[in-house]
């Protein structure tokens, strides 16, 4: 089981960028897919972007496609989400999560551990 915490969000205009850092314990990240998923008020969980666990494989939302990027720094047992261009619809709960497998998905049902998700909230 890896512990999982994520920091770096915080309140941005339109138009702005945040890192999501997502730093791992009790696991290496090179171990696992790791993915980032976010919660908006009164909506599900949904599926952000995710890296393999060689970190050569990447996907997104269509929503965040062009705008987001998931990378991963194995010797700081770290993955950060660059979300850039942000908008409105952004705001959300950020969170990163460890996969039960070694390849990428966007199912939250293949994630088996989950942080404690960062705010992110993007004003207009």
């Known amino acids: 089981q890896v512990q999982l915490v994520e920091s770096g969000g915080g309140l941005v205009q339109a138009g702005g960028s945040l890192r999501l850092s997502c730093a791992a314990s009790?696991?290496?990240?090179?171990?696992?897919?790791m993915g980032w998923f976010r919660q908006a008020p009164g909506k599900e969980r949904e599926f952000v972007a995710a890296?393999?666990?060689?970190?050569?494989?990447?996907e997104y939302a269509d929503s965040v496609k062009g705008r987001f990027a998931i990378s991963r720094d194995v010797a700081k047992n770290t993955v950060y989400l660059h979300v850039n261009s942000l908008k409105p619809e952004d705001t959300a709960v950020y969170y990163c999560?460890?996969?039960?497998?070694?390849?990428?998905?966007?199912?939250?049902?293949?994630?088996?551990?989950w942080g404690q998700g960062t705010q992110v909230t993007v004003s207009s």
């Open positions: 009790g696991g290496t990240v090179s171990n696992y897919a």
């Open positions: 999560a460890a996969a039960k497998k070694s390849y990428v998905s966007r199912d939250i049902n293949d994630f088996g551990s």
């Open positions: 890296i393999s666990w060689s970190g050569y494989i990447t």
